[in-house]
């Protein structure tokens, strides 16, 4: 099967090639953009190095500018404009996304349709939205605090859900006056990267804002230490993210981070077993697991533990694995070889410190199997670790307490889920166990571009994209501005 095409990024493509337009900075050569679910490579990109950083910022810094001196009108209609492409063009971007990275045709429309034309569809309404408020003052004069663009965002985002941890960054920024530097992961830097660059640069965004640089760790680091850039937007794992921000706490430079997590599914012995087990697995082997959301740990009420774990178990054997892009797999590749590997070395030496293997385990090439396993000692990978694969570990409670003690014991707080019939207990619930989204009655991935989001602990620095004010607090800088009719007479 040739590499997807249409007419958003055949633009930029010729003879399998991803050619370095104004918004890409590449003088790190070319490699090749690999479909996880057969080897097959579907295109060679431009690679940026370190030292493309510097001058991307400098444009920035200078388009930056006229930017944010526009009416606030015009930038809202590139974000309307931005919108109706992803949705026009869903079709073309959801198949770059089943091939590059390995998602399911619902989770590859999910990121496109459900999230990236949402994101744009708020950040135009964010664009108008009030930026500052009326003090008061001692003194006669008009005094304020508004709000002011913070000038260059660095957003740096992983493969897994690229669509989705790009954009939510990269609108709200844009809306509010911003210029965006973007480095998104080099396996996913076509969907995650070329085909936002593309969006943005068919709906009249002007040259200079945008600006794309595929590259490794390397150019992760350059971005956060340009003195150019502001403001960092990282998502990844908890022990790049503490580097991330050593780096930038050193520049005096905000930082939002979103990092990992190892999320508890609280199930109490009140529910319908089996719809339970539905809204678990969702929760563990959509995306293959590997979302920071993921359903990492069932916590189960002691009475049902047994039932509930082996109904898992069931659903978790018959879940279709597969090729998505050939396929109506509801799992799909696991992004690499060495992703593979490390769930795999979870799951082995989990089993080796006494965990069951209720089904599940095994692989063929990069499809991973969804695995249950049971009996898992707290000190087991599986339950202490984040896995980011399709596995489900399932760990019995005898209290409320005890409950409460595992689902809040692993440092990490990003999302939380509670399976209740009792919806006053489980709100009462959720409020004994720190984590930054909570849902009762729900699986633990959930995202919506009007909603705070975002975790505590080692799971992130808290609530930093989505809804008005969080985009207000993460993209721009409060000014205090005063006015006088009459220059004021002092004592000098």
Known sequence: MSAPSGPLLDAVRWQGRIFSGG?????????????????????????????????????????????????????ARVLRKAARLFEDHGDELDEWLVRESGATRPFARFQTGAVAAEEC??????????????????????????????GIVGVIAPFNAPVILSIRAIAPALALGNAVLVKP?????????????????????PDGLFH??????????????????????????TRAGRKVAAAAGERLKRVHLELGGNSALVVLDDVDVEQAVSVGAFGSFNHSGQICMATSRH?????????????????????????????????????????????????????????????????????????VLTDVPLTAPAYAQEI????????????????????????????????????AHGLALAERIPSGLVHVNDQT????????????????????????????????????????????????
């Open 121 to 150: 569809h708020e950040a135009a309404a964010l664009a108008a939205h009030p930026y500052g408020e009326l003090l008061r003052s001692n003194q006669p004069r008009l005094s304020m605090a508004r709000r002011v663009p913070a």
């Open 212 to 237: 794309l640089l595929p590259g490794g760790a390397d150019v992760g680091a350059a971005l956060v230490e340009d003195p150019l850039v502001r403001v960092i937007a990282f998502t990844g794992s």
């Open 388 to 423: 980011f694969g399709p596995v489900a570990p399932v760990v019995p409670f005898s209290t409320v307490d005890e409950a409460v003690r595992l689902a809040g014991g692993t440092g990490y707080g990003l999302s939380l889920g509670i399976l209740t019939r009792d919806v």
């Open 299 to 371: 916590l189960v009420a002691a009475r049902i533990a047994g039932d509930y774990a082996a109904a898992l178990a069931e659903h978790a054997a018959r879940l279709p694995v597969g090729d998505p892009a050939r396929t109506d797999a509801a799992v799909g590749p696991i992004i690499d070889a060495g992703q593979r590997d490390h769930i795999h070395e979870i799951v082995t030496s989990s089993v080796d410190a006494g965990a069951k293997l209720a089904t599940g385990g095994t692989y063929e090439g990069l499809f991973y199997s969804p695995t």
């Open 23 to 75: 918004w890409v900075r590449g003088s790190g050569g070319e490699y090749d953009s690999v479909e996880p679910a057969t080897g097959h490579v579907l295109a060679r990109v431009g690679a940026a190095s370190a030292a493309d950083v510097h001058p991307a910022a400098e444009k920035a810094r200078r388009a930056q500018q006229d930017w944010a001196a526009l009416p606030y009108d015009q930038r």
């Open 445 to 492: 991935v959930n995202d919506e571009a009007l909603a705070p989001f975002g975790g505590v602990g080692e799971s992130g620095t808290g609530s930093r994209h989505g809804g008005a004010q969080a985009n207000l607090d993460a993209f721009t800088e409060t000014q205090w501005v005063t006015v006088r009719g009459e220059l004021p007479r002092y004592p000098f």
């Open 185 to 205: 992961d080099p396996r996913t830097a076509v969907c995650g990267g070329v085909a936002l660059a593309r969006v943005f640069e068919e709906a009249g965004l």
